[in-house]
């Protein structure tokens, strides 16, 4: 199985992501063709060598009219819908500029369908997002897997005036992703490259098992402090990956000397610093003690603010950890609309006949009380909507 892996030490973007490809050997007049089949014009595909401190990589950018750079969602669906491009990528396109859109909506408390879509919507930003699952789809790479995200700090400006970093909606599609800080003053990642790879990539986090084939690198357009390069390595795996793959982090300490409703509050806090799982199971200690067993799952970036936490909300002297490899289900993100409104979805496919679809129980709630429904029915209706969609396994 042909497999990639985003080493992003220097953040990512959409051009990134295509200049990395590319010179990791995608073809540019293949990946020209295919986008030819949007039935668009004003644009040229350009890709050059340059050197970003002292380490070659391939510059991608579109060179594009921008007099009709500003688009609504219906508009880029319309572009995708007429294009001659394969379903999957259809499909998987129209997802990402779904999320994009919510994101949008969310930050400025408007509608989806009136999100006028600025650097994203032009044809810079589309070309991103179909070229890099277009070029994904030349190389043969069947799973994408990439390293945790480094964000930068300080400001940026954009249309909306001065933003903190990272933007607002950058910040928003990277909920679910394992991030660490950078002493960078400037944008690491772009809304449109953390979308992409939300959607394309398997797991983040540790490097799967391969044999490396390819190196690419992608250049940003700025001069950082450190090399501003994307890095793809591209390989090939001896056995079939079923499973995702990573690293998490099982923290507990023993507690008998605490009112047990401050721990159901100690639970909630925990989940939502980030913790992945926290539950509490009843022990006997030493001297027949009655007490709890606290117990947290965490990915790694997250260690040092749970144990802070738990010093601080609890009673605990001390606690114990360990690192664990866990193995899950491939999964991806998506929001489909329902009558009740956008609701985010988590997909797993099991198998060639069979998937996952759950809900995101904090959506379905929110609509469930707003409106005085069932909870079952918002549900239902999510699911019906992710499985229309997708179309059959």
Not at 67 to 94: F, M, P, Q, W, Y
Not at 343 to 369: G, H
């Amino acid at each position: 199985m042909r497999m990639a892996y985003f080493d992003c030490f220097s953040g990512v973007s959409g051009d990134m992501i295509l200049g990395a490809l590319i010179d990791a050997g995608a073809d540019l007049h293949e990946l020209e063709s295919e986008l030819g089949k949007l039935n668009i014009s004003g644009f040229t595909l350009k890709a050059e060598k340059t050197t970003r401190k002292g380490i070659s990589g391939t510059r991608f950018f579109v060179d594009a009219d921008h007099s009709h750079a500003e688009r609504h969602l219906t508009d880029i669906e319309r572009i995708v819908d007429d294009s001659g491009l394969t379903d999957d990528i259809k499909t998987r396109a129209k997802t990402i500029f779904r999320d994009l859109a919510h994101v949008e909506a969310k930050i400025h408390n408007t509608d989806p369908g009136d999100v006028h879509f600025h650097e994203i919507g032009g044809l810079d930003s589309i070309v991103d997002v179909l070229g890099s699952l277009i070029a994904t789809k030349l190389l043969g790479i069947e799973k994408i897997y990439a390293s945790s995200i480094p964000v930068g700090t300080g400001f940026v400006e954009c249309d909306h005036g001065v933003l903190p970093l990272p933007a607002p909606a950058t910040l928003e599609l990277l909920k679910g992703i394992p991030v660490h800080a950078s002493s960078i003053e400037k944008e690491l990642v772009t809304p449109t490259g953390i979308a992409i790879l939300k959607h394309v990539v398997q797991s983040f986090g540790t490097i799967p098992k391969m044999k490396i084939e390819h190196i690419g690198y992608g250049a940003g357009s700025r001069d950082l402090k450190i090399p501003n390069l994307l890095r793809v390595w591209i390989g090939e795996t001896e056995a079939k990956e079923e499973y995702e793959k990573d690293e998490v982090i099982l923290i507990e300490t023993n507690i008998d000397n605490m009112n047990p409703e401050i721990l159901g509050y100690v639970l909630e806090r925990l989940l939502q610093k980030g913790a992945l799982d926290a539950f509490m199971t009843s022990i006997f200690m030493k001297k027949n003690r009655p007490g709890t067993l606290l117990s947290i799952l965490v990915t790694p970036d997250k260690l040092d603010e749970t144990i802070a936490t738990v010093f601080e909300e609890t009673a605990s002297l001390g606690i114990r950890f360990r690192r664990l490899e866990r193995r899950k289900l491939p999964r991806e993100q998506m929001t489909v609309e329902t009558s009740f409104g956008p609701v985010r979805v988590k997909v797993s496919q099991v198998d060639t006949e069979k998937r996952i679809i759950s809900p995101e129980y904090e959506d379905c709630c929110e609509i469930a009380a707003r409106m005085g429904i069932p909870l079952r029915k918002v549900y239902g209706e999510a699911q019906v909507a992710a499985e229309k969609l997708l179309g059959k396994p």
